[in-house]
């Protein structure tokens, strides 16, 4: 079973769109945290916010967190093709599985 | 070293092989994990050390898969009598925190099991 679930699986979007994914998890998480990967090899950090944070920014990132819910939104503002790639969610602390993901596609 | 190091990046074996797969984390980071991933789907997760210990290893699937980490550095997933199954990519990630802190992903090693 998974920890985070992404939503949409897929999305499909200009250059220069918003795009914005969601993350559901189940257990009790000291952070959130976002991760990019590209071509199925490593993934890289994006973004982290702390169970006390409710939204945070990072260039064109905005991430938010509603512990209530279990739930994380991660906006990429002004997409370019370089964003196509699949975007994961994380809970540390929590148990320490990743989501399915979401693949985003920028067309330019 | 300057990232998270992993060896092989490919391996090719036959089913019924012992394989290792190596990581060598960022320098002095003290978490460590092991991911698997297969395509189209997210990383799996395997074990995570702190130090030199297996904080949690609920993620190995059976008894042919195993893990050290000895000196609380360097650590080795070891998977004896390989299946086609096990072919994936397997990731390894440090991190200074723990989980607590962001992992750094090393570019995984892919596994094919003939």
């Known amino acids: 079973s998974q920890q985070g679930e992404e939503d949409p699986q897929a999305l499909s979007i200009q250059e220069g769109e918003n795009a914005t994914m969601n993350c559901s998890y189940k257990?009790?998480?000291?952070?959130l945290q976002w991760y990019r990967q590209n071509s199925g090899r490593g993934l890289v950090h994006l973004i982290l916010?702390?169970?006390?944070?409710r939204e945070k920014h990072s260039g064109r990132l905005r991430v938010t967190l509603d512990t209530s819910k279990k739930s994380s939104s991660l906006l990429i503002t002004a997409s370019r093709a370089a964003d196509t790639a699949s975007y994961f969610c994380?809970?540390?602390?929590?148990?320490?599985?990743f989501g399915q993901g979401t693949e985003l596609s920028v067309k330019p | 070293g300057a990232g998270v190091s992993q060896t092989p990046s490919n391996k090719v074996t036959e089913k019924g092989k012992y394989v290792e797969l190596r990581c060598d984390p960022i320098?002095?980071?003290?978490?460590l994990y092991w991911y698997r991933q297969s395509l189209g789907q997210g990383p799996e997760f395997l074990i995570y050390?702190?130090?030199?210990?297996?904080?949690?290893d609920s993620g190995l699937p059976n008894d042919r898969f195993f893990a050290v980490r000895p000196e609380g550095s360097v650590s080795t997933l070891k998977i004896q009598r390989t299946e086609r199954g096990d072919s994936a990519v397997y990731l390894c990630?440090?991190?200074?925190?723990?989980?607590?802190?962001?992992?750094?992903f090393g570019e995984g090693s892919r596994l094919t099991v003939l």
């Open positions: 257990t009790s998480i000291n952070n």
């Open positions: 050390f702190q130090g030199t210990g297996a904080a949690d």
């Open positions: 916010i702390r169970s006390n944070e």
């Open positions: 994380w809970g540390g602390g929590g148990k320490l599985i």
């Open positions: 320098s002095g980071h003290t978490a």
């Open positions: 990630a440090s991190s200074a925190r723990g989980v607590t802190g962001e992992l750094f």
